[in-house]
């Protein structure tokens, strides 16, 4: 059967492996020739004013706003507003990082108190820190070899926090009366730094950095190691640093403002060595950066594009492309390098992914079948592209095209959604019923085998292997480990021509 020819391709749908090689932004390439996609809240986006994002080791993009989190999977939104914190009166959320073991921490605050809140399989755990002083500079860190150990900054201080319980780092430094850090960062090693401007016994303000292992310092570097110092004074709205982290490499992005201009260096620790590689054009206020992981930096400046720096050379994504809608305004840090190596930025009312793919055009010239429709995001194979579609299964594989319909095994031609599980079986959605594919071998399920109804509207799998199936009269679940397909709801007509399943949590 011609099914069973292509199994291999279906089946071999891979999550990219931690230790692969992931294909990020091509550094050679103009920033401008990039493929830009976008939500707004007119195609998606369910919320307005979101400036913050990060992605947990599943996947999973999360944004912040003011008064919630959302989640993406890079086709449905999940907004959460049930987090235990925001009951407390006057609420907010101020920040999401994403931890170890899919952990997300998020920070909110209540008038003048923090509280840390861990979402963890699907469970709150919420740990109140006290009063702060200053909710714009608190800063969280998660540690990249414990998973409940984070690093933080609370008003300006260096603070450990384990099990609930948080523990002052550098209180207590010699020669020096007073410390207020503003940026800290992990290297592969366990190092932490941690930057700031420190005020000496002799009244004097100078910028440092502090190298600890084990929180303990053995290290520091200093304007006469080549640190950039203010010889002003020091922006006050903004944080004078930025650090981010590539294997051992820690790079510096240090703001002052000197003599009426706002000016922005690129800084690299390399080999103990503190090297300055390059300004950023006058007036740039660079409020996020992240690192892709061939080592190109990104730098995300206050409401004009995205910059670059990669080999000794720094561009611009320019005003522009802010100018034509592609990208936002930037108000906060939300730029991120997720897992397969495109860059993603949040400003506001935007989310958009820069990517190196350009758009192909692909027809009934290419051998695409007339009247296709695709209903569910293209599956990624072993060495193809797989999408329903009203034409069968339609299979692109190094760059021609092949379909898998009605004659070769299917139950109707039309193929309304692909899904795989956590075993590795795909799940195939038909308005005629259901198939589920492994090794090679089609397994149907139709209403003689237990369907509420034939039509398929959606599948969704969970980390526990069951199978979430909509059809167009109700939901049922297919476990595993009886081989059966249970009804959670069941309607008499058929009530369902549009369902969308979303997991709230794949691990319940």
């Known amino acids: 059967m011609y099914v069973e020819g292509i199994a291999a391709q279906l089946v071999a749908i891979p999550k990219t492996p931690q230790n692969a090689k992931v294909r990020s932004l091509d550094p050679t390439r103009a920033l401008s020739s990039y493929k830009i996609d976008t939500w707004t809240v007119k195609n998606g986006l369910p919320v307005a004013g979101a400036d913050g994002i990060c992605q947990t080791d599943d996947g999973f993009l999360w944004l912040r706003s003011w008064n919630s989190i959302t989640r993406f999977d890079g086709r449905r939104f999940q907004t959460f507003r049930d987090i235990p914190a925001l009951k407390h009166p006057n609420s907010s959320v101020g920040g999401i990082v994403a931890g170890r073991g899919n952990r997300l921490w998020c920070v909110c605050f209540s008038l003048d108190t923090v509280f840390l809140c861990k979402l963890q399989s699907g469970q709150w755990q919420t740990f109140s820190l006290g009063t702060i002083k200053d909710q714009f500079r608190f800063t969280v860190l998660p540690d990249k070899h414990s998973a409940e150990v984070l690093w933080m900054i609370m008003d300006e201080k260096l603070v450990r926090f384990e099990n609930g319980k948080t523990m002052p ?71 004078e640093f930025l650090l981010e982290t590539h294997g051992t490499d820690v790079w510096i992005v240090n703001t002052a403002y000197v003599k009426g201009k706002i000016i922005s260096t690129i800084q690299r620790l390399r080999n103990g060595r503190v090297e300055t590689l390059a300004e950023v054009p006058e007036d740039e206020l660079i409020v996020g950066i992240s690192m892709s992981p061939e080592g190109v930096l990104y730098l995300q400046p206050y409401g004009s594009g995205i910059y670059r720096y990669f080999d000794g050379q720094l561009d611009n994504l320019n005003r522009e492309e802010v100018e034509k809608g592609k990208i936002s305004h930037a108000i ?41 429709l695709s209903y569910s995001p293209v599956m990624k194979g072993q060495d193809s592209l797989l999408f329903a579609s009203n034409s069968g299964i339609i299979v692109m594989h190094k760059g021609r095209i092949s379909t898998v319909r009605r004659k070769d095994g299917l139950l109707t031609d039309t193929v309304r959604v692909l899904a795989k599980d956590s075993s590795g079986q795909v799940w195939i959605g038909l308005s005629g019923g259901l198939h589920v594919l492994q090794n090679g071998k089609l397994r149907s399920f139709t209403k003689k085998d237990g369907l509420v109804n034939d039509t398929i509207r959606d599948i969704m799998t969970d980390t526990f292997g069951r199978v979430w199936i909509g059809s167009q009269r109700g939901i049922q679940v297919y476990q595993p480990s009886t081989k059966r397909l249970h009804t959670l709801f069941k309607t008499s007509k058929n009530a369902l021509d549009l369902l969308f399943l979303s997991c709230v949590d794949k691990s319940q």
Not at 173 to 180: C, K, L, M, R
Not at 232 to 238: E, L, P, R, S, T
Not at 332 to 359: H, M, P, Q, Y
Request: aromatic share 10%.
């Open 169 to 239: 780092i550098l209180s207590n430094v010699q020669g020096w009366s007073s410390s207020t850090f503003s940026a800290i960062a992990q290297d592969s090693g366990g190092n932490l730094y941690a930057a700031g401007n420190l005020k000496t016994t002799k009244g004097t303000v100078e910028n440092i950095l502090y190298c600890l292992h084990n929180a303990r310092v053995v290290k520091t570097y200093t304007q006469a190691m080549g640190l950039i110092s203010d010889p002003y004074y020091q922006i006050d709205f903004w944080r």
């Open 332 to 372: 906060n840090t939300c730029l991120v390098v997720d897992k397969e190596g495109a860059l993603w930025t949040c400003t506001g009312s935007r989310l958009s992914r820069i990517r190196n793919d350009r758009f192909a055009h692909v027809d009934k010239t290419n051998g695409l079948p007339e009247n296709t």
